[in-house]
């Protein structure tokens, strides 16, 4: 069965520090991946996407993503977080087409001062 | 204006009354989602719609209807509303000539049945 993983149910960092949120995805052909992330209050708004090519993705607000096949990951990363990156992500898998997108569970990330 | 808009952002109900959740978009997309998000389970595809004839069930599609009255206009409806209905429920649209899979979201209604 398809299924995505975030293990970390909530994450703090301190500002400035570095950030990896993890994503691990069962899927049975080669997906399309997906980070979003969700501020309070409203949508979801799409971080990055990987489709094939460079397994170093790039995203929005200096966010990139590294697809890992062999280990069947797609984790987030970011150098220094900054306060307004306070928010909850969700990791996504979809098929070619990209209907039935299945979404991780999130994970919450917390900035401290 | 946003680009996917939803309505009402918010509404509180009682248990056995019938609800509709509406969603329109001025982006021009083909298909159309409603999902339901809940803490710690991420959101969930309750219908989606590849254009106005084609409407497909999700995977908790139970207790939900849906119409697609035009291109534009996709509207959740929750016929009998029961308690653990209680969401926040995402409008989402995506361009099948793009074939990217990207998702587009309205800000959300959150439901609340008493």
């Known amino acids: 069965a398809q299924s995505v993983t975030q293990p970390d149910i909530h994450i703090t960092v301190s500002e400035g520090a570095s950030l990896e949120l993890r994503c691990n995805y069962s899927y049975g052909a080669t997906p399309y991946l997906f980070w979003y992330v969700q501020s309070p209050g409203q949508g979801l708004q799409l971080l990055l996407k990987y489709f094939s090519g460079d397994t170093l993705v790039q995203g929005i607000k200096g966010f990139e993503a590294e697809f890992k096949r062999s280990q069947s990951s797609f984790n987030l990363r970011k150098p220094s977080v900054h306060w307004s990156d306070a928010a909850e992500y969700f990791c996504a898998v979809a098929s070619t087409g990209g209907f039935k997108t299945i979404f991780g569970a999130g994970t919450r990330l917390f900035v401290k001062a | 204006d946003a680009d996917v808009t939803q309505t009402p952002r918010n509404r509180i109900t009682k248990t056995g009354k019938r609800i509709m959740l509406e969603c329109s978009q001025t982006?021009?997309?083909?298909?159309m989602y409603w999902y339901r998000q809940d803490p710690g389970l991420g959101l969930r595809l309750i219908y989606y719609s590849f254009d106005v004839k084609d409407i497909n069930k999700g995977e908790i599609s139970d207790g939900y209807s849906v119409s697609r009255q035009a291109q534009a206009k996709f509207s959740l409806s929750l016929e009998s509303a029961i308690p653990n209905q209680t969401a926040l429920y995402f409008c989402?649209?995506?361009?099948?000539?793009?074939?990217?899979?990207?998702?587009?979201f309205g800000e959300g209604s959150r439901l609340t049945v008493l």
């Open positions: 989402a649209t995506s361009d099948f000539r793009r074939d990217t899979g990207e998702l587009f």
């Open positions: 982006k021009g997309h083909d298909r």
